[in-house]
């Protein structure tokens, strides 16, 4: 099956500074990457969205000045959490949409970067 | 904007036992995507549903779509410990486009 990795896989920081999560394809080339966050025993909220050499969309409500999303390439996003502060505390999960790889439309889940901001 | 709700938040399940967890959209759906999330782990896709009225099948787990294609349920029969975890509805408007998840039913399963 597609698999999507995430890099770090949890991080501890300090308050002010930036962290940067990288969401990577590696069978396949992802037309499409999804940012969610997910507080614990709650439902995934999709931040943002990002095509392949586009500027990202994101959702309403979500900075894009504090939240600054890169797809480099078709298998390569990045998300930076800018002067990360403890409500930024959280686990991180990214997805990858393909076309032609399956019948269905469905989005492949990395396994999530777990984000404590001190 | 578009809202997907899952009922029940919770479900305690006897092993052995069915139950059915209910999805519903404040929008007609293109197709609906039903996800699991076991405990510490992350989503991993189980079916779409896409033709109004359409069942699918896989092992001990049904899924159906609504005629309206506003709501979709999934029902498992004789629930075993493996089946433990949250499973999300997420419905799209159009193909392609972005996923809006449930809230998730959390499963516990009592031996």
């Known amino acids: 099956g597609a698999v999507v990795s995430q890099h770090p896989s949890w991080v501890i920081c300090k308050s002010g500074t930036s962290v940067k999560i990288e969401c990577r394809s590696l069978?396949?080339?992802?037309?499409?990457m999804f940012w969610y966050r997910q507080f614990p025993k709650q439902s995934l909220m999709l931040m943002a969205t990002?095509?392949?050499?586009?500027?990202?969309?994101?959702e309403q409500g979500v900075e894009k000045d504090k939240f600054l999303i890169n797809h480099a390439s078709l298998t390569l996003s990045t998300l930076t959490v800018t002067s990360a502060h403890p409500e930024d505390s959280s686990f991180y999960i990214c997805?990858?949409?393909?076309?032609?790889?399956?019948?269905?439309?469905?989005?492949?889940f990395g396994p999530g970067t777990r984000l404590t901001v001190l | 904007g578009q809202q997907v709700m899952q009922i029940p938040q919770y479900q305690h399940v006897q092993e052995g036992e069915d139950f059915t967890t209910y999805c519903n959209s404040s929008t007609t759906l293109s197709n609906i995507q039903w996800y699991k999330q076991r405990p510490g782990g992350h989503p991993v896709f189980l079916i779409q549903l896409v033709k109004s009225g359409e069942v699918k099948k896989q092992k001990r787990l049904t899924f159906q779509f609504g005629e309206a294609k506003k709501n979709s349920s999934l029902h498992i029969t004789a629930t075993q410990t493996t089946d433990v975890g949250t499973y999300f509805c997420a419905g799209q408007k159009a193909a392609g486009n972005k996923l809006t998840f449930g809230g998730g039913t959390r499963v516990l399963v009592k031996p």
């Open positions: 990002s095509n392949e050499g586009s500027k990202a969309t994101y």
């Open positions: 069978d396949f080339q992802a037309t499409t």
């Open positions: 997805s990858a949409q393909t076309s032609g790889r399956s019948t269905y439309n469905e989005q492949f």
